[in-house]
């Protein structure tokens, strides 16, 4: 019974991360009462089974495993998940059975165990490895200047952004406020017209974003470089913590060259 819980504890973990994607405690929760019910079944199955003389009738075990398997995803899934939940949970449980077949291991329960202890570190791992490359196909080096001072920065594309300052075609990019601060405070005393201010509304409430008009070098994957005026407005230092980039771009950048009317004097 045991090995029974761990073995179907640990399928209903992988086929509910493949499932659902992200857990909470209360998914986990009923996954661990699906396989507990599970290992009852699969308990008083084999117990009546062997008492009746039939355990060795292969349609009769296949129809029970189902049925357990038919139960344990409508535990664990919802009954709106229920029928490809029963489907991937079968898929799981016989490749998971298979290798434990080919394994030279006698205690399978210890190994489901294990298996199950290390499962979220795993698909941590994965997660973590696969956010990675997929950010680093979307980072840039860009070059932000006003006057003589440059500053080089890894900056990271954000699809979704297409913010505009207002009244002109100048794209709107975010900047780790410990870069451009200086610079803020340098346009306010001596060029006030490179200030801006971007009024925003979100979730998370609304207000005005503060930032200055930079201009931005940015090297495209292809070598080629473009250029052209951003409004940089200052984000909290925050926003970039645990991040390789310090800068969050948007589409409209590749095409600089293009708002050649927003440059300074125009």
């Not at 200030?195 to 090297?219: A, D, E, F």
């Not at 913590?241 to 060259?257: A, H, N, W």
């Amino acid at each position: 019974m045991a090995a029974s819980f761990w073995l179907h504890l640990l399928c209903f973990c992988l086929a509910g991360v493949m499932l659902q994607g992200r857990c909470d405690k209360t998914k986990k929760g009923r996954w661990v009462l699906a396989a507990l019910c599970c290992a009852l079944f699969d308990t008083v199955t084999m117990f009546f089974f062997c008492v009746s003389g039939i355990g060795e009738h292969i349609t009769l075990n296949f129809i029970a495993a189902g049925l357990g398997l038919f139960l344990g995803a409508w535990i664990a899934y919802g009954k709106q998940k229920v029928i490809k939940g029963s489907v991937l949970l079968l898929g799981v449980t016989a490749l998971m059975a298979g290798l434990l077949q080919m394994l030279p291991v006698k205690n399978t329960g210890l190994l489901c165990l294990v298996g199950t202890l290390l499962l979220p570190a795993l698909m941590s791992l994965i997660t973590r490895l696969f956010r990675a490359k997929q950010t680093q196909c979307f980072m840039y080096e860009v070059k932000l200047c006003q006057g003589a001072e440059e500053k080089h920065l890894t900056a990271f594309m954000d699809t979704g952004n297409r913010l505009r300052l207002p009244g002109s075609a100048m794209p709107v990019v975010l900047v780790d406020r410990e870069y451009i601060t200086e610079w803020m405070k340098t346009a306010e005393q001596t060029m006030p017209q490179k200030l801006v201010s971007l009024p925003y509304k979100g979730v998370g409430g609304k207000g005005i974003l503060q930032g200055v008009r930079l201009h931005c070098i940015l090297t495209r994957e292809d070598g080629h470089k473009v250029s052209g005026e951003v409004a940089a407005v200052a984000a909290e230092h925050s926003l970039f913590q645990g991040c390789e980039y310090r800068m969050i771009l948007q589409p409209e950048v590749m095409t600089m060259e293009c708002v050649g009317a927003t440059q300074e004097g125009g």
